[in-house]
């Protein structure tokens, strides 16, 4: 793995927008996708991710399967009225599309170690399907790869989707004004409809209830519905009460097991389970129990806010932010490689469970947020 440098198209930022990728710059004209030069990896490497990532998989689905037989859903802060609907979700094996595992690279060990599990609400999945698959053919033409698969496992797994929607209609739906949300939420839409489902997009804000059923603003019933934003949002919107009592029992995507799985509770629940696996960091809840370089996470910290990591039991850097009263976790310290450009983690895309894609965020930082930026990569 190393990187490697080209001359960027001095148009590219066109480029970009031109494909719908409109948030390749903040609003400082800091750039979050980078262009200049990318990750270099070997086949026998996106071998590995591609196996850690099964094999994490299957253990995720053990982990959720024993955290629902032992009911511990005060551990995941999940309230009372939610745990039923979870059971039902779990037990009629509703329909989950994707998920993004994070990892590190530990150059101590040589072993890739898992972060956390995006498992709900996964974003950059567009500029890693599209635009760094682009971005490649730009450059390279069909001389090079990448490990990406992510466009056409997305519609191949919609197609199979297809046959288990309960209406006719597929719903999708996120915030209003929400640039990065909205590019994501009409690119899992359009894949969708490329697989032959009829879809409709929503705002939060415009789901109805009708007494029995929600239903969207032409008063027509949702069965099923895409959400791009998290279940521990949606468990306190003012319908939120009639998701496990709506009378044609919608489908929600992702299903609400999988808000286990996106917190950060389940890194203790899998190490317990599987105490010293390679692919685990060893985690704990509340206190460190012994470590004294860890990492302090909130069980539903987004984007790097409120963590807190610990040197030799000192606070070396932290992040400010919304979370922390629902509790933490903390697990020991990985070592964060470096390639001169800054701390880099790997995502790795999960899409109709089979592994499917890789991103590398790449942060000045040790801890990685919504300022990191996106480096695509080849396969050399």
Not at 39 to 56: C, G, M, N
Not at 59 to 65: G, I, T
């Amino acid at each position: 793995m190393q990187i490697k440098h080209l001359t960027a198209d001095s148009n590219w930022k066109n480029r970009l927008e031109q494909h719908g990728f409109g948030y390749h710059t903040d609003e400082n004209n800091i750039p979050y996708w980078v262009e200049g030069y990318y990750y270099s990896i070997s086949e026998s490497f996106a071998d590995e991710v591609y196996a850690a990532t099964s094999d994490l998989w299957d253990m995720c689905l053990k982990a959720v399967d024993h955290v629902i037989t032992h009911k511990l859903y005060d551990q995941f802060q999940i309230p009372l009225f939610f745990h039923e609907h979870i059971e039902r979700s779990w037990e009629n094996d509703e329909l989950s599309i994707y998920g993004r595992f994070d990892f590190v690279y530990d150059t101590v060990h040589n072993q890739l170690k898992v972060l956390e599990f995006n498992a709900d609400t996964p974003t950059s999945l567009y500029e890693t399907g599209v635009v760094q698959w682009q971005w490649m053919n730009t450059y390279f033409g069909n001389s090079k790869d990448q490990f990406n698969s992510v466009h056409d496992r997305l519609i191949e797994t919609w197609k199979k989707a297809k046959e288990h929607l309960k209406g006719s209609t597929l719903h999708f739906s996120c915030l209003r004004e929400t640039l990065e949300d909205l590019t994501n939420i009409e690119y899992l839409r359009d894949c969708a409809i490329q697989a032959g489902i009829q879809t409709k997009l929503i705002y939060i804000d415009d789901i109805g209830w009708d007494g029995e059923t929600f239903t969207d603003l032409e008063d027509e019933v949702i069965t099923d519905i895409f959400k791009l934003y998290p279940w521990e949002w949606l468990m306190y919107e003012p319908f939120a009460l009639h998701i496990p009592t709506d009378m044609a029992q919608a489908q929600w995507i992702e299903p609400s097991w999988k808000m286990i799985l996106s917190n950060k509770a389940i890194l203790p629940i899998l190490w317990q389970l599987f105490p010293n696996h390679p692919l685990l960091l060893e985690s704990y809840f509340d206190e460190p129990k012994g470590m004294r370089d860890y990492v302090k996470k909130p069980l539903l910290s987004r984007e790097g806010a409120n963590v807190t990591l610990y040197l030799n039991n000192q606070i070396v850097e932290a992040t400010k932010g919304d979370y922390g009263e629902e509790g933490y976790i903390c697990q020991v310290l990985a070592n964060l490689p470096q390639l001169g450009k800054g701390y880099f983690i790997l995502g790795s895309w999960l899409i109709g469970q089979e592994p499917c894609g890789l991103t590398f965020r790449e942060s000045d930082r040790r801890i990685t947020t919504d300022k990191s930026r996106f480096v695509p990569h080849i396969i050399e």
